[in-house]
């Protein structure tokens, strides 16, 4: 179908302006004015008093995950759906390698649980668990035939996740040789089982120890190694979901040698703090690693935004029911990691930071959607308004008010992170791909319509 889209205002990375938008077949093919005196398309939809911007691209989800276990609340078809409700057109989720496999085992393995289920575009990272020699050949050919081309190491989760340090420079090095990109969890993760270890011992259970357990220097420490090991091999890397004061300095100082540095945080370490695990077992819910920090952290987090020290807003949606949470009643380190927040990361980036003076729209754009395009190889085909790109748009009325709930969200979760807040902007219509995917709060499309994205090789002048 074609469609054309009038009397927007259309908002990227480095531009706002007032124009049509023709779609045919998926793509965007013109942008003017009056385009309806020239062009006749199958559907006008009358974008006035509306911003229209870039599908957002979530760049860390955890969809179907195994983890402690049990799996996350959420699959690839009500993941995506969820996503696309809060104006995500693209999320890149992680295939994690299980230790003696190989990498293609895992992503043969997650791309079974996207399949034909997926309602919106996604992609893969792949998080590296074992780092050997089977891995090191396999790596190449993962980035050149598979279209994967970024990965992950973990810092902490000791006996299953995590990899030393001689690993981290192997892998930072093959990655550096063949076109991929590292990014890491930056905790210390034998430091954070000391002192879990001692808490317990004492019989200090709650979720309050979760936090105590997880400071500051655990993530300040880690991540000052990471960029270490990175500087010293030359290459560029990324880390996901930073989350404080202590490790942001770590990104400054690096960036003072001109080594390249990516940084994501997510929303819930910019709105929310360390005050919530203070509510008994309720604090469960926003059981996370790294966990919520305090309220400097919240403003050191606003400002990297502003000054490009942070790049990228992803959520680590990875959601566990209350039910799940549970487990960990009796004992803090039993909770499942991880929180929902897949849905509302537009919104809530808009009334937090556009409406507050924090950010301005541009910069909005930028972080949820064309910076993860760039970095991570989908650029001009996602992340931007273009003639040519994917036709993947989101009209978003900034003054509508709503209240987020539980009750009316499309995650496969049973509370909500942001429950009663009051979030000024809403989305409105969906396109993925030139078709409209969300309309006034209904799906359009299903089970199977998202497609794998194959993404290019690495590039640090992108």
Known sequence: MSILITGGDI????????????????????IGLDLSSIFVAERVIDATGLLVLPGAIDPHTHLDMPFMGT????????????????????????????????????????????????????AFHLAVTDFNDQVSAELPGIITRRGVTSFKAFMAYKGSLMIDDRQLLLLLEQCGRHGGLLSVHATNGDM????????????????????????????EEATGR???????????????????????????????RNQQ???????????????LYER???????????????????????????QGLVQTVGTDHCPFTLAQKETGRNDFSKIPNGMPGI?????????????????????????SSTNAARIFGLFPQKGTIAVGSDADLVLFDPREEHEISAATHHHRCDYSAFEGYRATGRVKTVLL????????????????????LARNQFNPNR
């Not at 990227?12 to 049509?20: E, G, H, K, S």
């Not at 990471?226 to 290459?235: Q, S």
Request: with cysteine.
């Open 11 to 30: 908002v990227t990375a480095a531009d706002r302006y007032q124009a049509d938008l023709l779609i045919e077949n998926g793509k965007i093919t013109r």
């Open 71 to 122: 799996r996350s609340a959420d699959d690839f078809e009500s993941g995506t759906l969820a996503a696309l409700h809060g104006g995500t057109t693209t999320v890149i989720d992680f295939a994690i390698q299980s230790k003696g496999h190989g990498l293609n085992e895992a992503l043969d393995t997650w791309s079974g649980f996207a399949e034909g289920r997926a309602v919106g575009d996604y």
């Open 192 to 219: 954070i089982d000391q002192r879990v270890a001692a808490f317990r011992a004492q019989g200090k259970t709650s979720p309050l120890y979760h936090w105590l357990a997880q400071c500051e220097l655990t993530e």
């Open 226 to 256: 990471f960029l270490d090991l990175a500087h010293l091999c030359g290459t560029p890397v990324y880390i996901v979901h930073l989350t404080c004061e202590g490790a942001l300095n770590k990104v400054r100082n690096a960036t003072k």
């Open 261 to 275: 540095v990516f940084v994501e945080t997510c929303p819930q370490y910019l709105l929310l703090d360390a005050s």
């Open 280 to 306: 008994g077992f309720e604090a469960a819910k926003w059981v996370m690693s790294p966990p919520l920090r305090l309220a400097k952290d919240r403003e050191t987090l606003w400002a990297g935004l502003r």
């Open 343 to 367: 849905e509302h990361r537009l919104e809530l980036l808009h009334s937090e930071g556009v409406v507050k003076g924090r950010i301005g729209l541009q910069k909005l754009v930028e972080v």
């Open 433 to 452: 791909r030139g078709t409209v995917a969300i309309e006034n709060g209904t799906a359009k499309i299903g089970k199977g319509f998202g497609r794998y």
